[in-house]
């Protein structure tokens, strides 16, 4: 049975070699993994057009693949998946790394919504390695700080695991001043911060007042 002490190597989906990657990141146990808080939230409907993106910042766009999804292996280990995708103002190029099941996925001429960072030339755009979603996806998803070898969807998905085991958080605030201030559930707030639009739960007043809850503690016990 997994608690917060368990070591992050043992959560399902890690593994070794994961487990050093979030260990640099300061993830050494289950519990480190939901204190690991969203940098950021990501909201697939703002979209914007492909000729007014700027470039090198994360943007998401609205576009229907217009040409077949073409292979290339490039070395051993490396398989590219490339296509071109348009929208009303532009076109842009999208490339896949190593990404076989998500190719599968697409078909030509359906519309996706993709989010990425376009560089490029202003001739052709040009996007690697996106997220990317059907097009009627209208969710607010958490961002997490990310590197090339753990993107924020691969520690999303860790989140959501440890999150599905039920495991309990100790809780630094005193009972009688969260029931005083009228603050939900510790375990709550936790889960409410990274997925609280996907789970419909989000009440702006009281987790705004439990995601500052550790400011409002040094408060708390000055007065005391």
Known sequence: MLTASTDIQFLKGVGEKRAELLRKKGIDTVGALLRFYPRAYLDWKNTTPISECPFDTAVCIKAKIISPIEQARIRQGMTLFKFIAEDESGQMSVTLFNQKFLAQKLHTGSTYLFHGKLGGSFIMRQMSAPDIREEN????????????????????????????????????????????????????????????????????????????????????????
């Open 137 to 224: 996806f209208m969710g607010i998803e958490p961002i997490y700080i990310a590197s090339d070898k753990m993107p924020s969807s691969a520690v999303q998905r860790l989140v959501k695991t440890a999150l599905s085991c039920g495991i309990t958080l100790e809780d630094a605030l005193p009972t009688e001043v969260v029931k005083r201030a009228e603050l939900c559930e510790y375990a709550a707030a936790v889960n409410n911060i990274h997925f609280c639009f996907a789970n419909g739960a989000f009440v702006f007043k009281k987790e705004k007042a439990r995601y500052g809850r550790l400011h409002r503690k040094k408060k708390l016990f000055k007065r005391v």
